[in-house]
Every structure is written in C-alpha cells, then in structure tokens.
C-alpha cells in the first residue's frame, strides 16, 4: 500500500482548490398534492414530515388533478401532522430542527377545487395560489421549488398573476426563483404554464402515460434489483407496525407505492443529491435538458391531452448501470452479471438506499438514541473539485470518514459516466478501500468525470451517505 499513498500524494499538486460543491443551504419547497386521489400521497407526506428538519417546507398545498376533479382535502394533510406532532419530539433526540406540528398546519393551503384550466384565470385566485406568491416574495435568494403530486393548476394561477399584476423586470425575477417538479401531468395546466413561462426551470415526464416516466422507478419491479424494500412486507414491518403514530398513518398500496415521493427526492442532502444539476442524477433520478420528439409520444388512452413541447425541458435521461453485490470470499463486493438501462434506472439504482434511510428515520420516531442507527459523515482528504492532465493519475481518500454510533464503514467508490461530459467508463480496482488510485482518461478537450463515494455503515438499517468528486482532465 505504500506506493500507493506515496502517489496519492504526488498527484495531489494537481488538484484544483476551486470548489463546486452545492451549497448546504435547506431546500425551500411548496407541496401541491391532490391528496386522497390515491393513497400513495399520504405515503409521501409521511416521509416528507421525517426529512422536516433538513428540507425547508414553505407550505402544504391541497389541490385537484385529473383523478380528483372537483374537490380538494386540506383536511387530510392536517391528521397527517397530526400524527407527526406525536412523535416530534422523539425525532428531536437524533436531530435537531423539526418544525413544531403548529408551525406545519400553518402552512396548509387550498388551491380551487376546479380540474385544470378551469381553475387559471382572472378572478380564481386560491388561498394556495397567493401563498406561492407571497413565498416568492419573501426576501431569500434560494429557489423556492414546487414539488406537484397532483394538477398544476394553482402554479399556473400564481403564474397567471404575477403575469398580470407586476412588472416585467419583477415577474422575470419571481419566475427565475422556481424550480418545479411534477410527478408527470395530471391536468391540462402543465403544458399551458410550459408554453406561456418558456424560461420556468421545469422537470417532467411530460403526458400521463406513467410507464413512460422516470418517477416510475420507485414502484417499478426489476427482475434481479432488490424489490423487496417496496413489498408490502417490508412496509409492514419497517414504517407501518410499531414505530408509532406517524408510522400508523402510512396506508397500506393501492396503486403504485410512493409514486409522489420521487418530486422531492433530490431535495434532500446526502452528498449525492444536487438540486440545482439534474443532469448529475440523485435519489430523484436524472434528467436532461432538451425538447422531446413528440412523434415518439403515443395517445393512448389519455386522460390529459398530450400536446408538442414547445420548449427544452428536464426529462427522461438513460442510465447504464451495474450493480456491485455482496461477495462472500474475498473482495467484499463484485460487479452483478446483470446490467441495467434506461430512464427509470436513474432513480430506482439507489432504491435501496434511500428505503433504508426512510426506514433508519421511521425508528427514530420511538426509539432513542442508542436504540437507533444514525447517518455515517463521509470525510474527503481532498477537495471535491479537482483538476489533472490527461492521462495523469490521482488519488481519491475517504479514511478520515466516521461513523456517529461507532458502526463498522463499507466505502465503495465508481465512475458515474453519464453525469459528466466524457463517453468512455474509467475502470478501477479495488473499488472498495477507504483510498483508491485512478488513472485519468487521455483526452483531447476538457472534459469532466463524476466519481461517487458511496459510505454505508454496518447498523440496522444500513445507511448511505455520499460525496461526489468532479474531476476535470485537461489535454496536455
């Protein structure tokens, strides 16, 4: 090992110091869901209420959707809180900053009980479609992002009076502030506001044909993935029965469980997650910035009508991904035989990761501290940001990372291609010591690479956190 560190350490004067790592600012977000569609929004509002410290939640909108046409149910959001406010300050003993159950129902809207463009026009102003408005324009630099689970139609009313009511030096600022995610379309709103707001920063699987949607990944059963942390079983056992009222408040699948939890996903702050770059991919998925070909996009047996994008959206991006499994001789871990590819595989590859986190925070809610698993601290010897010559080798060093209940680590770093601008894969071995040595691709522009460290702890569940190194190689 000791030529190895020896070139860890030369290669370290070539790192760059500049660096691009996200900010540790909480996400700011708005919830629009038509909740009591589908069971499946009380599923993600549960897990929501447990990362409610650590993402900034500005309001708890209820709203209608193509399944939910005429009226809206504010009213269930609040016995969700409820629950919550029950086990509040248990959570509080494994991390600080859990809003008050009070300050959460302060943040419950309505939006129009009307479907759609019914609801968008001069005179249908909702409580829901004012408050993203005076959220907008709170003195915060952050983006404020509306995460829709259901019909978008009291975005398009915020958007529809910003439009008639302010400047256009003014609503160009409010609009550049949104970020929007929509668990697909569930009204005729989504391709109005795309249409009409062409700048709005805006992530979609666009139409409503859900098995064409990245989001999907969540509930989608993938012969040779782990599938067991969606069954019903594992529901049971690790977030409905005996963890509590929050717990009990998890209904049981009636369609496809979570199928709203994927538009707040990258919100939340792992390593991996970055909010701002879809294109890097997260917990949420991945997404790239284009114009879908909208001959490719069949009819069906639509509800909301599909309409030629106008414009470049976020959307539907490929991912070429091969598991590492557990060995039982040897190396710890080994490539799986089976590779996966596709759009839903952007968010379904770390499916079992952020299950378990889920499932870690579940217990929080009676457990205390030592009874509990916690979050292991991914440490870098180095910066995030770094800089070689092609061909150059570098070192990537994780050994100062710890663990708060003094769990044994598991490191295992990898080449994430499609989140950088290089096409090739760069291999190397052993993936999973605590340092490992790389030797950069010879190029010939700059170009970028994404390494992931992926720490797991050995706790019960195990949890995983990240940190992702940009390398850029320079040709000589």
């Known amino acids: ?7 860890m350490a030369i290669c370290s004067l070539f790192y760059s110091q500049d660096l691009s790592a996200q900010t540790n600012q909480k996400n700011r977000v708005i919830i629009l869901s038509d909740i009591e569609a589908d069971p499946d929004d009380t599923q993600s509002f549960v897990r929501l209420l447990l990362y409610a410290n650590q993402i900034d939640i500005k309001g708890l909108v209820a709203t209608t959707s193509c399944w939910h046409r005429n009226s809206v149910e504010p009213e269930s959001i609040e016995k969700i809180i409820h629950a919550y406010g029950k086990v509040q300050p248990n959570l509080e003993k494994h991390e600080t900053g859990f809003p008050s159950e009070k300050t959460l129902l302060s943040l419950v809207k309505s939006g129009l009980p009307k479907y759609g463009m019914l609801g968008v026009g ?24 509306i995460s829709v689970w259901g019909g978008a139609n009291t975005l398009a009313q915020s958007l529809h009076k910003i439009k008639a009511t302010k400047s256009e030096a003014v609503a160009k600022k409010m609009i550049s502030k949104l970020r929007v995610y929509t668990i697909s379309d569930q009204d005729d709103s989504g391709i109005w506001i795309r249409n009409n707001f062409p700048d709005l920063f805006y992530i979609v699987s666009p139409g409503d044909h859900y098995a064409t949607a990245t989001w ?18 594992w529901i049971a056992e690790n977030l409905q029965q005996n963890h509590g009222a929050l717990g009990a408040a998890y209904p049981d699948t009636a ?67 091969t598991p590492y499994i557990f060995s039982n ?22 499916r079992a990761e952020f299950q378990n986190d889920f499932a870690s925070r579940m217990d929080w809610c009676l457990s205390s501290y030592a009874q509990a698993n916690h979050p292991p601290i991914p440490v870098l010897s180095h910066p995030e940001s770094i800089t070689v010559k092609s061909g150059e080798g570098f070192g990537l060093d994780a050994s100062k990372s710890t663990d708060p209940d003094g769990d044994s680590l598991s490191f295992l770093w990898f080449h994430y291609p499609e989140a950088g601008s290089y096409e090739g894969e760069v291999k190397f071995q052993p993936e999973n010591a605590h340092a490992v040595y790389i030797t950069a691709p010879k190029v010939e522009k700059k170009e970028t690479l994404h390494f992931i460290l992926k720490l797991t702890d050995k706790g019960t569940p195990a949890i995983t956190r990240y940190k992702r190194i940009i390398l850029t190689v320079l040709p000589k």
């Open 329 to 350: 001789y040897g190396r710890a871990v080994k490539k799986d035989t089976l590779t996966f590819n596709g759009y839903k595989i952007t968010l379904a590859r770390w």
């Open 255 to 321: 369609w496809g469980v979570e199928g709203d939890t994927p538009a707040f996903l990258s919100l939340i702050p792992n390593g991996l997650n970055n909010s701002e770059h879809p294109e890097y991919g997260g917990w949420g998925g991945r997404y790239e910035l284009y114009k879908p070909d909208f001959s490719k996009t069949t009819k069906g047996s639509s509800i909301v009508e599909i309409a030629p994008e106008t414009r470049h959206i976020w959307t539907n991006a490929d991912d070429n991904y």
């Open 1 to 7: 090992m000791k030529p190895l560190f020896v070139l």
């Open 122 to 145: 001069k005179g249908k102003d909702s409580e829901g479609s004012d408050w993203i408005i005076k959220m907008l324009e709170e003195d915060d630099d952050r983006p404020l992002w």
């Open 216 to 233: 999907t990944g969540i509930n989608t059963f993938f012969e040779g993935l782990n599938n067991e942390v969606i069954s019903n079983k």
